[in-house]
């Protein structure tokens, strides 16, 4: 049988220049979040397959990679059902294992916890432009906290990083799972019908009002609940006056506390951010994570065309571990698709160290080969990137190849003019 040379399907090789610019990314997301307050830690690739299918994913459930028992616990011949061959699946996401990890650790963890999660997931998808079937996730999350206190971190702490990452001018859209089912009730939709009206919703920017409207009548629901649920979005403003106009049209379904805590989380974001962005209330944003139970928000960025980040409050899945529930909300930028972004543009790294080559003559002497290496010891106790590399045949292409690395600065090394280095 015949080996293969390309990864597997929905995985990539990484080359050298994406390594870089991943490796810086991964240096200034921990440098940033640690300035904010918030601690590593990590979790491991490998969850029970209990924990992974609890219902807490959503649709990512559908898409795990399971693992076969192992050894004489793995019986093929006896096996029912698929949960006789399987204990265990690769993570599709950092949340679930979160949940288990303070469950299990809270009693030495400090209150609230400002966790900093980064690692690959594993979600068995259909690969496209920014989508892979294993990437890295970069989560940041407060446990512990029940105010919007929370929220207003995770936001000005996520777009402090783009900002440093120069990206300019992105949109942070938030909303809360209670206005989405106030609006519903408003307009006469039973609560068993919330779900897939919200489905329907989450296809405006696709479909556009109208679509949403035909889809929803399609769907069997009362035109004049369609009508009235639709006015409300033609009525809503994408800033705070949104949420007060929410707040006075949803009297009797909407709690105003939450109304009050969206409008503090937007005012205080924009007075206190760093980087260049735009705060808009969108009622339509529904997030797909059956697990939000407040707050919502992602990050719209029009060079990409899509979100490159995403999160929300989620006050009760920690309570399927322990029977208590814990105030939790979290925040995760798209990594993969950062980096491709940057990669696009051609970012250069702010930090990069001057690069320089010694090119040594094969037939170099000894003595010629330690001359060489005490230069470049101390080159590099200068500062500076050094490699030592054999001279080619084709010394001109090698020195265009060395410069695309960055090599710029090149020295030919030759035995018999070794003394003028």
């Known amino acids: 049988m015949a080996l293969k040379k390309k990864p597997v399907t929905g995985m990539k090789d990484m080359l050298p220049r994406e390594m870089e610019v991943r490796d810086y990314v991964i240096g200034l997301i921990k440098e940033t979040y640690k ?55 690769l993570r599709y996401d950092l949340t679930v294992p979160l949940c288990r990890y303070y469950s299990n650790n809270a ?9 900093l999660q980064m690692g690959n997931v594993w979600r068995a998808d259909r690969p496209q432009r920014g989508r892979f ?46 206005i989405l089912k106030a609006m519903a009730a408003y307009s006469g939709f039973a609560e068993s019908d919330y779900d897939n009206v919200f489905i329907i919703l ?56 939450t109304a009050d ?5 937007i005012s205080s974001v924009e007075s206190a951010k760093e980087a260049e962005f735009k705060m808009s209330f969108d009622p339509t944003l529904v997030r797909g994570m059956s697990y939000y139970t407040g707050t919502i928000f992602e990050i719209s960025m029009d060079e990409f065309g899509g979100s490159v980040g995403g999160g929300g409050r989620y006050d009760e899945m920690i309570g399927k571990f322990t029977g208590q529930n814990t105030p939790a909300v979290g925040f995760s930028i798209g990594f993969e698709r950062i980096v491709m972004l940057l990669l696009e543009r051609g970012y250069e790294l702010p930090t990069t160290k001057p690069k320089k080559a010694f090119l040594i003559e094969k037939k170099m002497p000894a003595e010629g080969m330690l001359k060489v290496l005490d230069l470049a010891k101390k080159e590099r106790a200068a500062g500076r990137q050094v490699m030592i590399v054999n001279m080619k045949k084709n010394k001109k292409f090698q020195k265009e190849q060395l410069a695309e690395q960055g090599y710029t600065d ?12």
């Open 261 to 265: 805590g969206l409008e503090l989380i």
């Open 410 to 421: 090149v020295t030919d090394c030759y035995a018999d003019s070794i003394d003028q280095l």
């Open 133 to 178: 079937r294993q990437f890295m996730q970069c989560d940041i999350d407060i446990l512990g906290e029940p105010g919007n206190l929370a929220e207003i971190e995770l936001i000005l702490a996520t777009t402090t990083l783009l900002g440093k990452l120069d990206f300019r001018n992105f949109t942070i859209r938030i909303n809360d799972r209670k």
């Open 35 to 89: 300035d904010f307050g918030f601690s590593s830690m990590e979790t491991p690739c490998v969850e029970h397959i209990e924990n992974l299918c609890s219902k807490s994913g959503g649709d990512n459930e559908k898409l795990i990679f399971k693992i076969l028992k192992r050894g004489e616990k793995l019986k093929l011949d006896t096996a029912e059902t698929e949960m006789d061959l399987i204990d265990g699946g």
């Open 202 to 257: 989450d296809k405006m920017d696709k479909i556009g009002l109208d679509g949403v409207a035909a889809e929803m009548e399609e769907s069997g629901y009362a035109k004049d609940a369609v009508e009235k649920y639709l006015n409300l979005f033609k009525e809503i403003t994408n800033d705070v006056a949104g949420v007060r106009f929410c707040k006075e049209k949803l009297e009797g379904f909407l709690d105003a506390e």
């Open 107 to 115: 009693n030495e963890l400090p209150s609230p916890f400002k966790a």
